[in-house]
C-alpha cells in the first residue's frame, strides 16, 4: 500500500511563461518518464518505474504535450521522506525546470528529513534547497563471480527468509535505515529472486535481497550488524549470481570498495548521499546499512 502522507501534492497545473507545465504524474506517464531516463542512458527498465512509482507522489515537467523532467517523492511515516528520479531532458536543460520540479515537490514538507542522492550535476541545485552532504555511495556493477564463503562467528548462519518473517525485517530496515519502510520492503520481498537472512542463535540480525533491476540484478538492501555479516550476505547473493550482470550500491563508508571489486564489481559512479532537515537517526549499536535499496528510494 502506499506511504501515509499529510500533505499530497497538489492536483492542478503550473503553467511558467516557457510553456512548461508541472503537474501531478500518473501511471500513464510512465512510458515518456522511461524514454527520458534512457535518454540519459540511465538503466531503469518500465518495470523499475512501475515498481518505484507504487510507493510515489511524482510531478512531471510536460513542453508541447511531451515530457521534459520528472521528479518523484517517497513518503514514509509522519516525519520522513526520499527524493529521487529527478531526471530533466538534456534539450531543455538551463531552465531552472529542475528547480521548479523540486520547489513543487518540498512543498509540504516541512518538517521532515528529506533524503537523496544527488549526481554531481545536481548537487549544487539540492544546495540551494537547503540540503547538506552526509556521506557518499559507490555504485559498483559488472559480472559477480564465485566467492569463497565469508566466516561467520560461531552460532551464526545464513538461511534462506520464511515466510512468516516481515515484520523482523521491517524493524531491521527501520532501524538501520532510520526510517519506516514497510510497505517498500514487502514490495521487495515479493519481487525478489532471493532473501537471505544472517541468523544468530535463533535471532535475526541481518538480511540482503537479490532482484533484477536495470542491465541484469541488483543486490539490496543489505543490512548486517557488522562488515563481515554484510560481505557474508554479500558473498552469498554474488555467488548465486555469478556469471550475471549485478549491481550493488554501498554505503562509501563501509570500507568494502576494494573486496567488491576483487569479486567482480567495479566501482563506476559515487553519488552523494544528501539530507535537509533533521539527520536520520541510527542506533550506535544494531543493524547498519551496508547497501541500499535504490539511489532513488534510499
Excluded at 511558467?16 to 510512465?30: N, P
Excluded at 530496515?173 to 515479493?190: C, E, S, T, V
Excluded at 532471493?194 to 538492501?221: K, M, S, T
Aim: charged share 20%; proline share 7%; hydrophobic share 45%.
Amino acid at each position: 500500500m502506499p506511504p501515509t502522507h499529510s500533505a499530497p501534492l497538489p492536483p492542478g497545473t503550473f503553467i511558467a511563461d516557457d510553456g512548461v507545465v508541472l503537474r501531478a504524474m500518473t501511471s500513464e506517464d510512465l512510458p515518456q518518464a522511461h524514454a527520458l531516463s534512457a535518454e540519459l542512458r540511465w538503466p531503469h527498465r518500465p518495470a523499475d518505474w512501475e515498481q518505484v512509482f507504487a510507493h510515489a507522489e511524482g510531478l512531471v515537467a510536460e513542453r508541447d504535450g511531451q515530457v521534459v523532467g520528472t521528479a518523484q517523492r517517497w513518503l514514509w511515516g509522519p516525519d520522513h521522506a526520499t527524493i529521487g528520479l529527478v531526471i530533466v531532458s538534456p534539450a531543455c536543460q538551463g531552465r531552472r525546470i529542475g528547480h521548479r520540479l523540486m520547489t513543487a515537490l518540498l512543498d509540504g514538507l516541512q518538517g521532515r528529513t528529506v533524503l537523496l542522492h544527488a549526481t554531481t550535476e545536481g548537487r549544487g541545485l539540492y544546495e540551494r534547497l537547503g540540503f547538506v552532504r552526509t556521506g557518499e555511495v559507490r555504485q559498483h556493477q559488472g559480472m559477480a563471480v564465485s566467492t569463497p564463503l565469508i566466516a561467520l562467528a560461531r552460532g551464526c548462519r545464513l538461511r534462506p527468509a520464511g515466510l512468516n518473517e516481515a515484520q523482523a525485517l521491517h524493524n531491521l530496515d527501520a532501524q538501520a535505515r532510520g526510517m519506516p519502510r514497510p510497505a517498500l520492503i514487502d514490495d521487495l520481498l515479493n519481487q525478489s529472486e532471493a532473501c537471505v537472512v544472517l541468523d544468530c542463535d535463533g535471532e535475526q540480525l541481518g538480511f540482503a535481497l537479490l532482484r533484477r533491476f536495470g542491465r541484469g540484478h541488483a543486490i539490496g538492501p543489505v543490512i548486517a550488524p557488522d562488515v563481515q555479516g554484510a560481505k557474508a550476505l554479500i558473498a552469498h547473493l554474488a555467488g548465486m549470481n555469478a556469471g550475471r550482470f549485478t549491481r550493488i550500491d554501498i554505503d562509501f563508508d563501509s570500507g568494502m570498495t576494494e573486496w567488491l571489486e576483487s569479486i567482480g564489481l567495479p566501482r563506476v559512479d559515487a553519488p552523494t548521499t544528501m539530507v535537509r532537515g533533521a539527520p536520520l537517526q541510527s542506533p550506535a549499536e544494531g543493524p547498519r546499512l551496508f547497501a541500499i535499496a535504490t539511489q532513488a528510494v534510499g
